[in-house]
């Protein structure tokens, strides 16, 4: 089992910046990969960004060059930092877990809101 807790959503004007973060406990050695998707009412769930065990990163086109995502092994959390923000990225995002397992393993979501 993987647990994952997630932080650092919020509200910010347009152009600002916030960094979220995804602690995982548990059976952390099983997962091949971790990142966030996000969902806003009305619209489909969409992948944000992932980023592998072994280091490969993946984004939407959406927010390529805006935002990055990394990880620190020692703390077994991976960081989601948003720059550049616009309206349209306001959604609850949800941190997942690959970890080879029929389902993959989601956060609580955190409400990230960009004002204009």
């Known amino acids: 089992q993987v647990q994952l807790v997630e932080s650092g959503g919020g509200l910010v004007q347009a152009g600002g910046s916030l960094r979220l973060s995804c602690a995982a406990s548990?059976?952390?050695?099983?997962?091949?990969?971790m990142g966030w998707y996000r969902q806003a009412p009305g619209k489909q769930r969409e992948l944000v960004a992932a980023i592998t065990s072994g280091g490969s990163t993946n984004y939407a086109d959406s927010v390529k060059g805006r935002f990055t995502i990394s990880r620190d092994d020692a703390k077994n959390t991976v960081y989601l930092q948003m720059n550049s923000l616009k309206p349209e990225d306001t959604a609850v995002y949800y941190c997942?877990?690959?970890?080879?397992?029929?389902?993959?393993?989601w956060g609580q979501g955190t409400q990230v809101t960009v004002s204009s």
């Open positions: 997942y877990a690959d970890a080879d397992t029929l389902y993959p393993y």
């Open positions: 548990g059976s952390i050695f099983s997962i091949n990969a």
